[in-house]
């Protein structure tokens, strides 16, 4: 009892160690941020650093990093006048949490002090705390959803000096926001890990697009009924020195570090290269890009592809757009309606992509210029098994008819899956069942064997059935 009793009074001040800790704490200065009333990044370190010495090396302490998810785009969106009111209710909510000492380190970044000791789930209690931020704001009459990210390291499990534990709480935060944000992590070495990893690749991503190493491939798309190729989607490929990286590795990294333009470029200019090839050949086939919502909110995405059309002679009609639904709850609506529109207006077609994965909602397909829906593969792989699945998919068909739209299915595989989905009155369908990706001088051997078979000319290699009764893989 008598040692907790010092330490307390330590902690208070009295004796040379509380000396001490004046002098950490900057003399007792508490310069306080005007927007939130709380104390700043230079009262935040010394008062980290002094905690940690009164702690002596073995109460328990946390160190909480929190973040405004996606603040920019209110501020964009709204202007900054919106943000600031934000930033100044979320100050007010940190005052009274009554966890422990907050304090704005950054424009929309704070810290929290607790005593682990005096809150036992230290995890809980600061996600509780999260949860409370994330309520709603009302700004200029609009009601928004605020989402708050965290990160948590804890004293000494993370670390026993203030730069280790600062540090730790920033990489959980990164964690947090790179797992889709609006959630509490807390740190463990692998996120270091994970973090050195990242940052390699990151590295290696931004010499890949100053060197322009991607290559595209293609995966033709097929009508249902008659075997038909009505298009290729073009899916985009890094051959790095040390194996070929998966979009799924690369695509966030380029999303978040803003390399996407100059990769969405990239994609736009070789997308339509390849369109134009196609028609020198004759072969009316359409190229299918998937675009970001990172790319259509920069204002002139339009004019890029307008531009790219018009230095390859494509019509516009020969290119397809794919984008996903999440461009329908997105903040930056103003620039992503004003380039789907000039696109529109200018003729190229889109698709709705991984329909029944995020937000579907029957305003999108409505007011969406979006010839063709395009069915997750999660919905595909279950066909032939899961009668959920089944009707699932053909209320989807269904929903087309009812809108205009025409329905591709993603992912077939299964000669199973390919009669459940013809069975339903699914249009159009690509997988490995068909064919896979292929590189581009492939492409124009399948496409241009193909004809040659439909011709009837002699030598023309035959292509997959137009009921497909085996894998038309093999023709790749």
């Known amino acids: 009892m008598s040692g907790r009793h010092d330490r307390r009074e330590t902690g208070r001040g009295s004796g040379l160690l509380g000396r001490v800790l004046r002098v950490l704490r900057g003399g007792g200065s508490d310069p306080r941020d005007p927007l939130t009333g709380l104390p700043g990044h230079a009262a935040f370190v010394p008062e980290l650093r002094a905690r940690l010495l009164a702690a002596r090396g073995e109460v328990p302490l946390a160190v909480a990093v929190l973040d405004v998810d ?88 993370h670390g026993r000096d203030a730069d280790r534990l600062l540090r730790a709480a920033e990489l959980a935060l990164d964690a947090a926001k790179t797992r889709g944000g609006s959630r509490t992590v807390v740190f463990e070495p692998e996120i270091d890990h994970g973090l050195s990893r990242r940052k390699r690749l990151e590295a290696a991503l931004r010499r890949a697009v100053r060197e322009r190493a991607f290559t595209l491939h293609f995966q033709p798309q097929f009508e249902l009924a008659g075997g038909t190729v009505v298009g290729v989607e073009a899916l985009v490929r890094w051959p790095a020195e040390d194996g070929a990286v998966p979009p799924s590795d690369f695509v966030p990294v380029a999303e978040s570090t803003g390399l996407i333009r100059a990769l969405g470029a990239f994609v736009v ?52 757009l794919e984008v996903t639904e999440g461009l329908f709850v997105d903040p930056q609506q103003v620039h992503i309606r004003r380039n789907l529109l000039r696109l529109h207006e200018l003729g190229v077609r889109f698709a709705l992509d991984d329909f029944g994965s995020g937000y579907s909602a029957l305003a999108y397909l409505k007011n969406l210029p979006a010839a063709r829906i395009k069915v997750d593969r999660s919905f595909v792989a279950g066909l032939g098994r899961d009668r959920a699945d089944e009707a699932l998919l053909a209320a989807i068909v269904e ?78």
């Open 399 to 476: 929903l087309g008819r009812v809108f205009g739209k025409r329905i591709l299915a993603e992912g077939v595989e299964t000669e199973e899956q390919r009669r459940v989905l013809a069975a339903v009155g699914c249009d159009e369908a690509q997988g490995y069942l068909f064919a896979r990706p292929m590189p581009e001088e492939e492409l124009l051997a399948f496409l241009a064997a193909r004809r040659r078979a439909a011709r009837g000319d002699v030598g023309g290699e035959p292509p997959p059935s137009a009921d497909f009764p085996r894998s038309a893989a093999s023709s790749t």
């Open 269 to 320: 200019e070789e997308g339509c290269r390849v369109a134009a090839r196609l028609l020198r050949e004759g072969l009316l086939v359409p190229v299918s890009l998937n675009v970001s919502p990172a790319q259509l909110r920069r204002p002139e995405m339009a004019e890029q592809v307008e531009r790219a059309l018009a230095r390859h002679r494509v019509p516009a009609e020969m290119l397809e």
């Open 70 to 157: 996606r603040l920019r785009e209110v501020n964009a969106v709204f202007g900054y006048e919106a943000g600031d009111r934000i930033l100044a209710g979320l100050g007010r909510l940190l005052r009274g949490c009554g966890l422990g000492p907050a304090f704005r380190i950054s424009g929309d970044r704070f810290a929290l002090l607790v005593d682990g000791a005096a809150h036992g789930d230290v995890a809980a209690a600061v996600e509780e705390l999260r949860l409370r931020l994330c309520g709603p704001f009302v700004v200029a009459g609009v009601e928004l959803e605020v989402q708050v990210s965290a990160g948590l390291a804890l004293h000494p499990l």
